[in-house]
């Protein structure tokens, strides 16, 4: 077992953020080699795996980061320098029950130059795929990130909005390179959480929370495109870079789905338009208190013919009665969900002698996440 920092005091919207940490009992793992590659149905409407064409539906956790210090590490961080505590983090969300992990990569991590990858990150991608495969564990390859933007390099904020397209393709030919021969891949996310419309003075990411920058905008001047023209435009341009070296494994783009906000709102990323080179829906769903009602209506939005994903939900902002009430309600409209994961044990959060009352809200929450793994990875 690693040894974990203590509790960092946070404030309880940024700490519940946190998510999720993992349980402790053992749980064997699948060889590399049984895994098969998850493809879609004959129908499009659901995942399945690889020449014995069963089932598979997700029960995921993201990880991006660790829990040192106020605001954590994001994994290129520590993923070179601190492979055991990666190893170890790794087993945990077996244990805690997960079948995929979503991992986000940063740009500047990735890039040296407009058209330079670096081959030290993607050899740790690869070490980190065939971690994943020996676990039994997919990914989801979420790209592009500046989360931080200290760690974003000059010279891409710099660019015009065609030329920092073309580095996005350069990273995405880079990734699915290096990543398109193993079936622990589940899928590549373009971005997470991508925005059309802003202006130069706002700058290319926005949507900070916890010292992270999680939103990403694809234009600052749309002059007279629609929102729908620019998204098909961005999903073609980042779609053919990867399928021109994987022409097999999944692609999606994780959103917002601002008919949550706005019941009115449409889908632009999932546009007839603009999804046609998607395979899946993933979008970003957190129920508020009294609106499970709500928060399924907001998603019967995207529910377009495709596999829906719940690619980041959480009791932010309802009970956990309230979170069980919209996943079970939900399970047969959605393939999967995924939840949070920040490198801590039930154990970790039950010593924790600060912040006692978020500590025992995400106790709770991954106990109730373990137990209904097995349910829920159930067609």
Request: with cysteine; aromatic share 12%.
């Amino acid at each position: 077992m690693k040894t974990n920092p203590a509790f960092t005091p946070w404030p309880v919207l940024a700490a519940v953020w946190l998510g999720l940490a993992a349980a402790t009992t053992t749980i064997t793992a699948a060889p590399a080699a049984e895994m098969e590659t998850v493809r879609l149905s004959v129908d499009g409407r659901a995942f399945v795996t690889g020449a014995s064409n069963q089932p598979f539906r997700i029960w995921g956790v993201n990880y991006d980061r660790d829990a040192t210090g106020e605001n954590g590490r994001l994994l290129e961080d520590y993923w070179l320098t601190e492979w055991d505590t990666v190893r170890e983090d790794f087993q945990e969300m077996k244990d805690l029950g997960a079948n995929v992990v979503r991992i986000h990569l940063q740009l500047g991590r990735f890039m040296s130059a407009p058209a330079t990858p670096l081959q030290a990150s993607l050899d740790q991608l690869r070490r980190l795929l065939d971690l994943a495969g020996s676990m039994g564990l997919y990914l989801n390859i979420t790209g592009l990130g500046c989360y931080h933007k200290a760690d974003t390099p000059a010279w891409y904020d710099r660019l015009d909005e065609t030329a920092r397209w073309t580095v996005q393709a350069e990273f995405w030919t880079a990734v699915a390179r290096t990543c398109r021969s193993s079936p622990a891949v589940f899928c590549y996310d373009l971005m997470n959480e991508p925005v059309i419309g802003g202006n130069v003075a706002e700058g290319w990411v926005s949507g900070e929370l916890g010292g992270k920058c999680y939103v990403q905008r694809l234009t600052l001047q749309q002059g007279q495109r629609s929102a729908v023209e620019i998204a098909k435009s961005w999903v073609e341009k980042l779609t053919t870079a990867i399928r021109k070296e994987d022409p097999g494994h999944l692609i999606t783009v994780g959103v917002i789905p601002w008919a949550h906000v706005w019941p009115t709102a449409k889908p632009v990323f999932y546009a007839p338009e603009a999804g046609r080179a998607l395979d899946f829906v993933s979008i970003h769903l957190y129920p508020g208190k009294g609106e499970v009602d709500k928060a399924l209506t907001a998603m019967a939005v995207y529910d377009l013919g495709k596999p829906l994903v719940i690619e980041e939900t959480f009791p932010l902002a309802c009970s956990l009665e309230e979170m069980d009430d919209f996943l079970k309600r939900s399970k047969d409209r959605a393939e999967g969900y995924f939840s949070f994961y920040w490198g801590r044990t039930v154990g970790e959060y039950a010593a924790a002698t600060e912040k006692k009352e978020v500590a025992a809200l995400l106790q709770s929450w991954l106990g109730y996440f373990r137990k209904q793994a097995a349910f829920m990875k159930r067609p």
